[in-house]
């Protein structure tokens, strides 16, 4: 199995433009997330879903979007690139029974973005 | 406010040597605990879980960790490092369910450097 895909796995961007960061798991997993890692900072969530057509706000939502039309599938989209969003990106999905999930998360490789 | 904290940025250990990566959270209630590896360029993979029962966990590759409850502590441990060993280690937890969806908190992380 391939579990959690990222793609792509570099990005450099311009201020002010678009782009679509593309997870893809293949667990059958209900829940799915993206977070971004700074130094120092550890794991921030973005955005999460806990199943298809929904999507909830993280801790730190601010010029991202994100869409789960499938289940298997969890974009995330930055409108206008500031580079504040320089980072390192990572989208991992769980399985859980209910809200109590015991929480173990299964993570992409990354996506390191750069904006200049 | 609920968090977990890594007071160490960074643990170096000679191979052989037995290891301590600490972990301390402030969380209400009975919470989850984990503790997550993340090698160079990958993301962040399992390692071990306390959700109830004995307060000492073991996990992959040899790690355990200890449960504290009266210290609210969370400290990973092995016997004897290995180089291989060397990585970034997250400490995280999930507060006890109270309704909707509780998401991971992580800490910092801490670098672990194991010496030949």
């Known amino acids: 199995n391939a579990g959690v895909t990222q793609t792509p796995k570099f990005r450099v961007l311009k201020t002010g433009q678009s782009m679509t960061l593309l997870c893809a798991q293949d667990?059958?997993?209900?829940?799915m997330y993206w977070y971004r890692q700074d130094p120092g900072m550890g794991l921030r969530l973005i955005h999460y879903?806990?199943?298809?057509?929904?999507?909830a706000k993280g801790e730190v939502p601010d010029g991202y979007n994100v869409s789960r039309l499938k289940k298997q599938n969890f974009l995330l989209g930055l409108e206008s690139a500031a580079p504040s969003q320089t980072s390192v990106y990572f989208c991992?999905?769980?399985?859980?029974?209910?809200?109590?999930?015991?929480?173990?998360?299964?993570f992409g490789e990354g996506s390191r973005l750069t904006v200049l | 406010a609920q968090s977990v904290a890594q007071p160490e940025d960074q643990v170096n250990v000679a191979e052989g040597n037995p290891l301590t990566v600490k972990c301390t959270y402030s969380v209400s209630g009975n919470p989850y605990l984990f503790w997550y590896v993340q090698y160079p360029n990958r993301g962040l993979q399992f390692l071990l879980k306390?959700?109830?029962?004995?307060?000492l966990v073991k996990g992959s590759y040899g790690f355990e960790a200890e449960f504290n409850k009266s210290q609210t502590s969370f400290h990973l441990k092995k016997p004897s490092a290995l180089v291989s060993d060397s990585a970034l280690y997250f400490c995280?937890?999930?507060?006890?369910?109270?309704?909707?969806?509780?998401?991971?908190?992580f800490g910092a992380g801490t670098r672990l450097a194991v010496h030949p």
């Open positions: 667990m059958n997993h209900e829940y």
């Open positions: 995280a937890v999930r507060p006890s369910f109270s309704g909707g969806y509780n998401k991971l908190i």
């Open positions: 991992a999905s769980s399985y859980e029974r209910g809200a109590k999930g015991t929480g173990e998360l299964f």
């Open positions: 879903s806990v199943g298809e057509g929904t999507t």
């Open positions: 306390y959700i109830t029962g004995d307060n």
